[in-house]
């Protein structure tokens, strides 16, 4: 399973080239730190990634890639609904019984650092907590390309820590995960760094 870009760039209508000529492979058990100044086009090259918006320039090979989990920067939970049911509702939807989908929820979340939350409502869960669960929900679904977007932008350095801990653990599983980030911190936890100011127009 990999994703493979060759010579990648890309422009929108009417503008200039955000970035040009990146080739790289992405595989799985890997971080990818996908990093550049603000307008240097990261959403747009995980949208590239995912499959969900055609390059200007170069191609995209997805080898193996069955499914594609977009983890947003701010994290979107149903309020009033606990924890564990946030990753549970996925393991059931790929056929598990109600009880053996909640023991493996609950599994996920000690192994993402939040095993306590599982009864607390979403609505009361700190930022990082809320991230984690995120990165929980996204595992439970077994994606083949997880991508994460700017995952520590609004969390205190601990929780930051923890969060990129979970993303080696995401990727552990097997899952391949790039990370857009302007956060050094989130940086140094990456094992690659793919930077858009290399591949800026010149």
Not at 7 to 34: C, I, K, Q, S
Not at 70 to 77: A, K, S, T
């Amino acid at each position: 399973m990999r994703a493979v870009l060759r010579g990648v760039g890309h422009a929108y209508p009417g503008g200039n080239p955000l970035f040009t000529a990146l080739t790289v492979t992405l595989e799985p058990d890997r971080v990818y730190g996908l990093v550049g100044p603000s307008g240097s086009g990261k959403s747009t090259l995980l949208a590239i990634v995912a499959g969900w918006l055609r390059p200007t320039y170069g191609r995209v090979e997805r080898n193996g890639i069955e499914s594609v989990r977009w983890v947003l920067q701010n994290p979107h939970g149903v309020a009033r609904r606990s924890a564990i049911d946030h990753v549970a509702l996925p393991l059931m939807a790929r056929g598990l019984p109600r009880r053996r989908a909640q023991a493996a929820a609950a599994a996920l979340l000690v192994d993402f650092g939040i095993g306590s939350t599982a009864d607390r409502q979403f609505r009361d869960l700190s930022g990082g907590e809320a991230q984690r669960l995120m990165l929980a929900r996204a595992m439970a679904c077994e994606p083949s390309l997880c991508l994460v977007d700017e995952p520590t932008a609004q969390l205190d350095q601990h929780s930051a820590a923890a969060v990129s801990q979970s993303l080696a653990a995401l990727a552990s599983k097997g899952s391949i995960v790039v990370v857009a980030t302007h956060d050094p911190q989130a940086r140094a936890a990456c094992t690659d760094i793919i930077d858009l100011t290399d591949h800026a127009p010149t």
